[in-house]
């Protein structure tokens, strides 16, 4: 059974508020079920706006690779709702529906160049944080020293959003 509860905007206190109202006028242009936990601490949601806003939408990476990024977290963690959305915006950004239906499955997609780079970072990340020679200098000189640390901090973002979404139980949306 779900914990979660969205907030009603109109209930919500100054601090809240303003906060909110910030994540509805960024790029988002909506208030998306992880910001409704996090408005709960309004002092955490508000660096934390910031920081997803980044993560999404202005690392070195192109939509593609950070959705595939993305998919790659969602999937370790099986965090239903983010996964569900997340498929959503891969295939608006090109991700092929064969890859995306591997990932979800647990099973290595076919790749591209820069998917086959990624694919281990990331999931070394995930799996104790311990990546190895090869697979760090290979992102970073396919994306720099800069890409390398968004790349992680995609993933860093992606995994306190799973937690926090699987902590709440929040449902995946309706169509």
């Known amino acids: 059974m779900s914990r979660f ?6 209930a919500l206190d100054a601090e809240q508020k303003q906060v909110y109202d910030q994540i509805a006028a960024g790029p988002r242009k909506l ?16 660096p934390a706006q910031a920081l ?16 595939f990024v993305i998919l790659i977290v969602a999937n370790h963690w099986d ?11 891969a295939r608006k950004a090109g991700v092929p529906e064969a890859t995306i239906t591997a990932l979800r499955q647990g099973e290595s997609p076919a790749m591209d160049a820069d998917e086959t780079l990624l694919y281990p970072f990331v999931r070394q ?7 190895e020679d090869t697979a760090f200098d290979a992102v970073g ?13 995609i993933v860093g973002w992606y ?9 709440y139980r929040v449902p995946v949306p309706m169509a």
Do not use: C, W
């Not at 965090?79 to 915006?89: C, L, M």
């Not at 995994?159 to 902590?167: C, H, I, P």
């Open 5 to 10: 509860r969205p907030l009603d905007p109109a």
């Open 31 to 46: 208030v998306p079920a992880p910001f409704h936990i996090l408005l709960r601490s309004p002092g955490l949601a508000a």
């Open 52 to 67: 997803g806003a980044f993560a999404r939408y202005r690392t070195v990476l192109p939509p593609r690779l950070s959705e």
């Open 79 to 89: 965090s239903a709702y983010e996964r569900h959305v997340h498929e959503q915006e």
């Open 125 to 131: 990340a995930l799996e104790g944080g311990r990546i």
């Open 141 to 153: 000189a396919r994306f720099g020293d800069k890409g390398r640390v968004e790349i992680l901090g």
């Open 159 to 167: 995994q306190m959003v799973a937690l926090m979404l699987n902590a």
